[in-house]
């Protein structure tokens, strides 16, 4: 059993910047690649970006080149850099093992808006 912990989210205008983190206890956490997800009420939950154990990377076309991941294996974190946010970037953000289908956790929302 892993839990994770999200934080960070917050009100934000557009065109500007948040760094969300992702605490994760209760099992091992180095080994598994790690996902940033988000979800938007009568929408399907969307992989934003992924990041394996050795810190390869892959993003979502939607935030390539505006949002970076990357983690701490030896603090169990997981973080994402957000830059340029844009009102669509509105959601609730949570992390979790890449796959895995529970687990989820209470997530932390972002919103965009002037």
């Known amino acids: 059993q892993v839990q994770f912990v999200e934080s960070g989210g917050d009100l934000v205008q557009p065109g500007g910047s948040l760094r969300l983190s992702c605490a994760a206890s209760?099992?091992?956490?180095?080994?598994?690649?790690m996902g940033w997800y988000r979800q938007v009420p009568g929408k399907q939950r969307e992989l934003v970006a992924l990041i394996t154990r050795d810190g390869s990377t892959n993003y979502a076309d939607s935030v390539k080149g505006r949002f970076t991941i990357s983690r701490d294996n030896a603090k169990k974190s997981v973080y994402l850099q957000m830059n340029s946010l844009e009102p669509e970037d509105t959601a609730v953000y949570y992390c979790?093992?890449?796959?895995?289908?529970?687990?989820w956790g209470q997530g932390t929302q972002v919103t965009v808006s002037s």
């Open positions: 209760g099992s091992i956490f180095s080994v598994y690649p």
């Open positions: 979790n093992q890449y796959g895995r289908v529970n687990g």
